[in-house]
């Protein structure tokens, strides 16, 4: 084996060995739910790229299927370096292939998809590159014949070099044929099968020590709980003779009343049934719940009404992001246009909303703009203090999520709160009428 042979094995098995230990960390965070490590800078987010659907495939994480690919790469690479005509090294031909492919569409995905980069991630697939590199030039560099079996292999422990005279180009060739069908067999699976990532609902348990005073027991005693943001007379009087009327709504999870008439509601304001969504429109949970909060205010109608409360995960906006973590790339971006087209024209806001949360990802920021834009003129751009204003009552909002300790989506209740994006509208469905009493309207005749 020649000095050049050695160092490439050597480097490529460091290489292997680097990207096996990283994929194994970010197994690890995948069934353990646990904090990645972030990244400072913006655009990248760890927990936001393994958070996704692309992060699985039939429910298996994706950095497992790696780790196997690069752990096997260190077991081929010395044989293949011994016997550079032999089977080992097409096995290290394919391997190499798929490890180069899953890294182009990984990086993609997480461009383009995803809008977030893992810097975890990208190391994978930079060994990635490098081993692919080498692996060519060990095949190049050992082009002119077979390398015999000689008696310094012998030193090295567990590698058995063989000579393969079967081997040839043409077996390279259907070994890189073989490589380019495990990525399309990956990218076409996620894409046809992709992989369920909703959360099922789950109570918060709330601190309510120091936050808004509940109404008086004995009014609870005489109706459920939901009736306590049910309009009353009180509430349908103005404060003043000349102002507007005014309803202010009381949840547990919130240190002070909300007034519905001054908050981006979906639905009337004056429904029966009134509920709370802490969200952030870059947030993946948060979108899978859209289409479930969507059916449930078409199966309610009328009586059912969702307050929109933007919680958006990005430093920007919020000051409780984990340390050194900048959070969703544009997730600010988004909230504030969508505070923005409430405030300039509420009776737009639904649209523009249900329109950000579409689909599996969020349009892209020049999207959102030009749609706010045709909605409601250029002050949702032009604007600076309107601007002002919504970044300072964002903030405020992620200063009311961070004591629950929850992760988003929230529905908060009366008495009570739920996290996650749920697994069906009628889980949906169940968790509202249980909370709250409410019961589908009778279909009129």
Wanted: net charge negative; glycine share 8%.
């Amino acid at each position: 084996m020649s000095t050049t042979a050695k160092v490439l094995a050597t480097l490529i098995t460091l290489a292997a060995l680097v990207a096996v230990g990283v994929s194994s960390y970010l197994v690890w965070d995948s069934v353990s739910g646990a904090e990645v490590a972030s990244c400072g800078a913006e655009g990248f987010d760890c927990q936001d790229v393994l958070a996704s659907s692309w992060s699985r495939w039939l429910g298996v994480p994706v950095a497992l299927l790696g780790g196997v690919v690069y752990a096997a790469i260190a077991a081929v690479v010395w044989p293949a370096a011994l016997s550079p005509r032999g089977m080992a090294m097409n096995a290290l031909l394919a391997l190499s292939l798929m490890a180069i492919g899953a890294a182009v569409w990984f990086v993609g995905l997480q461009l383009f998809q995803i809008q977030s980069l893992c810097l975890f991630c990208l190391t994978v697939h930079a060994c990635g590159l490098a081993i692919t590199c080498m692996t060519a030039g060990l095949y190049v560099g050992t082009r002119d014949g077979q390398v015999e079996v000689v008696a310094s292999a012998s030193s090295i422990p567990g590698i058995v070099a063989t000579r393969d005279a079967s081997s040839s180009p043409l077996h390279a060739a259907a070994s890189l044929i073989v490589g380019a069908l495990g990525v399309a067999v990956l990218a076409i699976g996620q894409i046809v099968l992709p992989t369920d990532t909703s959360k099922a609902m789950q109570e918060v348990e709330l601190n309510v020590v120091g936050r808004a005073e509940q109404p008086d027991t004995e009014a609870a005693d005489e109706a459920p709980d939901f009736m306590q943001n049910a309009p009353t007379e009180e509430d349908a009087a103005p404060s003043t003779p000349a102002g507007p009327p005014h309803r202010l709504l009381s949840f547990a999870a919130l240190p002070s009343p909300v007034d519905i008439d001054v908050e981006p509601v979906l639905g009337r304001a004056d429904a029966t049934y009134v509920i709370v969504e802490m969200m952030d429109y870059a947030c993946s949970h948060c979108r899978q719940l859209q289409p479930r909060l969507k059916a449930a205010r078409e199966r309610y109608g009328d009586q059912f009404a969702v307050i929109i409360r933007p919680v958006p995960l990005a430093d920007g906006c919020n000051n409780h992001l984990p340390e050194g973590r900048r959070g969703r790339k544009h997730a600010c971006d988004y909230s504030q246009l969508a505070m923005a087209v409430w405030e300039l024209e509420p009776k737009k806001f639904a649209e523009f909303h249900d329109w950000l949360l579409e689909g599996r990802n969020p349009p892209t920021i020049a999207q959102a703009r030009k749609r706010a834009l045709n909605l409601v003129g250029d002050r949702v751009i032009l604007d600076k203090k309107l601007k002002s204003q919504i970044t300072e009552r964002l903030r405020q909002h992620s200063d009311e999520w961070h004591p629950l300790n929850s992760g988003l989506p929230l529905l908060l209740f009366s008495d009570s709160a739920i996290t996650g994006g749920g697994k069906s509208n009628e889980e949906l469905f169940r968790t509202l009428e249980s909370k709250l009493g409410m019961q589908p309207p009778a279909p009129t005749e």
